[in-house]
């Protein structure tokens, strides 16, 4: 038999409810409760907490299925997948360059000595100069890496991150050894009615990149304070940047300035320099030769090296040219006094062209 049961009113009096009985009214403030709607909330309380107490029971005696899932996954990672384009450095950095060397193997007019050229400079840049090997990028026929091997694009993408974010003080480098070539100016903007071009592995195809792009990627975006050297060991390279001075430099030493722009279009930076030695003049052919190390390599590429090593510290620009000439002339010498006929190509004596004039004997060199 159910029994009564004690009721608490609002007012604080407790009550005693009969069994059966749906509400009950307070006799001292009169306030009416409705037993029913206090039933359900109970048993739903007691519903909720008997729900708990089971899942409780229920995970004391195994724990959860996802654990069992995720062991194996942890104990036997699967392997990544495999990366086929090698990413390129980060162009960030004081320090930075790009170093092109092209053999063109297998071609009838393939070169020698072009890819040891670029690897003898990336030894220079790194255990004279103080570059950090990962801040330069060589692009050779003997690279591993698809966007290492020194296609059109790939020779454009390189010289985009070469520049990319420069600041001042940074030292940027850019070196190329393989064929150079000219091509009719289309613009109006070359005394001479010739663009200056260098050429790529496959140009054939996909055509060379003439002076005015390599101008407009390489030398147009350098901010104050950023200085680009470019070596370019090649044919036909005088002006193969397109910069507006061009250093005439006579056997006694003597020089002048010589301005080069033509119509309006303008080759100058955004305010940092661009300095550049070449192996010849724009109607000049460079060459290779095995009077230096006793295997071909570009006279430009081993000459520009050496002067620089036997300068001594903060040699001038003017130095450096002197000391690259006289490389040059003693090869003429040697090949002369073998016997062996001497080609334009051991006669051509280097080049200096540069975004701004300066006195070469009174600025040092610095990279």
């Known amino acids: 038999m159910a029994?009564?049961?004690?009721?608490?009113?609002?007012?604080?009096r407790w009550m005693w409810a009969q069994p059966g009985v749906s509400s009950i009214q307070c006799s001292t403030c009169h306030t009416v409760t409705n037993l029913s709607s206090l039933v359900d909330i109970a048993r739903g309380a007691n519903r909720?907490?008997?729900?708990?107490?089971q899942l409780r029971r229920q995970h004391k005696q195994q724990p959860p299925q996802y654990q069992f899932q995720q062991q194996p996954i942890m104990a036997q990672p699967p392997p990544p997948p495999p990366r086929l384009l090698e990413p390129?450095?980060?162009?960030?950095?004081?320090?930075?360059?790009?170093?092109?060397?092209l053999d063109y193997k297998g071609k009838s007019y393939g070169l020698k000595g072009c890819i040891s050229d670029a690897k003898s400079m990336r030894s220079f840049l790194v255990q004279k100069m103080g570059f950090p090997i990962d801040s330069i990028l060589m692009l050779t026929e003997d690279e591993a890496s698809p966007q290492r091997i020194p296609t059109k694009k790939n020779i454009r993408k390189a010289m985009r991150w070469l520049v990319e974010g420069n600041r001042a003080r940074d030292s940027l480098v850019f070196h190329y050894s393989g064929h150079g070539s000219q091509q009719k100016d289309y613009n109006g903007d070359e005394v001479d009615g010739q663009d200056e071009a260098l050429c790529p592995l496959d140009h054939e195809t996909e055509g060379k990149i003439i002076d005015d792009e390599i101008n407009k990627i390489l030398v147009r975006p350098l901010v104050h304070g950023a200085k680009l050297h470019a070596v370019i060991d090649a044919c036909n390279s005088g002006t193969v940047l397109d910069l507006p001075s061009v250093c005439r430099m006579e056997r006694n030493g003597f020089y002048e300035w010589e301005h080069q722009r033509a119509g309006?279009?303008?080759?100058?930076?955004d305010g940092g320099v661009a300095i550049c030695f070449s192996a010849c003049d724009d109607h000049e052919a460079s060459g290779y030769t095995p009077v230096f190390t006793g295997k071909n390599a570009g006279a430009m590429t081993y000459s520009f090296i050496k002067a620089v090593k036997t300068a001594g510290p903060a040699p001038t620009y003017g130095h450096l040219l002197n000391l690259m000439c006289s490389a040059i002339r003693e090869a003429q010498s040697r090949l002369a006094s073998d016997g062996n006929y001497t080609s334009p190509d051991e006669t051509?004596?280097?080049?200096?062209?540069?975004?701004?004039e300066f006195n070469i004997y009174a600025t040092k060199f610095v990279l």
């Open 264 to 269: 309006r279009t303008y080759k100058g930076t």
């Open 88 to 101: 390129l450095p980060s162009p960030f950095g004081k320090k930075r360059a790009v170093l092109c060397g």
């Open 48 to 53: 909720v907490l008997q729900g708990l107490q």
């Open 348 to 356: 051509a004596e280097p080049l200096l062209t540069s975004s701004e």
């Open 3 to 12: 029994s009564r049961r004690e009721v608490r009113c609002r007012c604080g």
